[in-house]
T-cell receptor
Framework: GQNIDQPTEMTATEGAIVQINCTYQ??????LFWYQQHAGEAPTFLSY????GLEEKGRFSSFLSRSKGYSYLLLKELQMKDSASYLC?????????????FGTGTRLLVSP | DTGVSQDPRHKITKRGQNVTFRCDPI?????LYWYRQTLGQGPEFLTY????????KSRLLSDRFSAERPKGSFSTLEIQRTEQGDSAMYLC?????????????FGEGSWLTVV
């Protein structure tokens, strides 16, 4: 099976940088995804990592270490609109190639 | 590209009634997924279609749940004899083998409240 852990809640200040960690355990690995979800809305895709290293996309970056079963999402120059839940999801080989397994999400609150 | 669309967006039903949700995936996406999400939790996988074939089904999908994708385009998810525990947001998503990392894109979700 798969197990995904991420902090339940984090707070940060507008303009700051925040790092949201995700650790996972899976008997097979075929990619890690980050999604953003505003309250009452559907998740929207942020990033995808399948190889070790850092992927940068504007204010958001995502890092992966497969040997450590670890990823983080880095948000820079925080804005109020970044207040949302951030979901880490892993696609594991043994759970079926196409299925993503999600963590419970990290709720980020950005204050002025 | 109009995105994944779901209908209805909100449904309130009495316990014991049947409900059906419809999902129209992104055009040309041959893969379609149903997930369920409750408050404070991440989405939980329910089922997956490739074209019209249902290739994977979660143990969460009891015999009261059935999903179809008859022509490989839109899909329906039916819940029979609804129970209060079925109250959740039902998310549909689609993907294409050629999309980046086979990324799945979600619709806006269908909120179900069973009273």
């Amino acid at each position: 099976g798969q197990n995904i852990d991420q902090p339940t809640e984090m707070t940060a200040t507008e303009g700051a940088i925040v790092q949201i960690n995700c650790t996972y355990q899976t008997s097979g690995f075929n990619g890690l995804f980050w999604y953003q979800q505003h309250a009452g809305e559907a998740p929207t895709f942020l990033s995808y990592n399948v190889l070790d290293g850092l992927e940068e996309k504007g204010r958001f970056s995502s890092f992966l270490s497969r040997s450590k079963g670890y990823s983080y999402l880095l948000l820079k120059e925080l804005q109020m609109k970044d207040s949302a839940s951030y979901l880490c999801a892993v696609r594991g080989v043994n759970t079926g190639f196409q299925k993503l397994v999600f963590g419970t999400g990290t709720r980020l609150l950005v204050s002025p | 590209d109009t995105g994944v669309s779901q209908d209805p967006r909100h449904k309130i039903t009495k316990r014991g009634q049947n409900v059906t949700f419809r999902c129209d995936p992104i055009s040309e996406h041959n893969r379609l997924y149903w997930y369920r999400q409750t408050l404070g939790q991440g989405p939980e996988f329910l089922t997956y279609f490739q074209n019209e074939a249902q290739l994977e089904k979660s143990r969460l999908l009891s015999d009261r749940f059935s999903a179809e994708r008859p022509k490989g385009s839109f899909s329906t998810l039916e819940i029979q004899r609804t129970e209060q525990g079925d109250s959740a947001m039902y998310l549909c998503a689609s993907s294409n083998r050629d999309s980046f990392g086979n990324t799945i894109y979600f619709g806006e979700g269908s909120w179900l409240t069973v009273v």
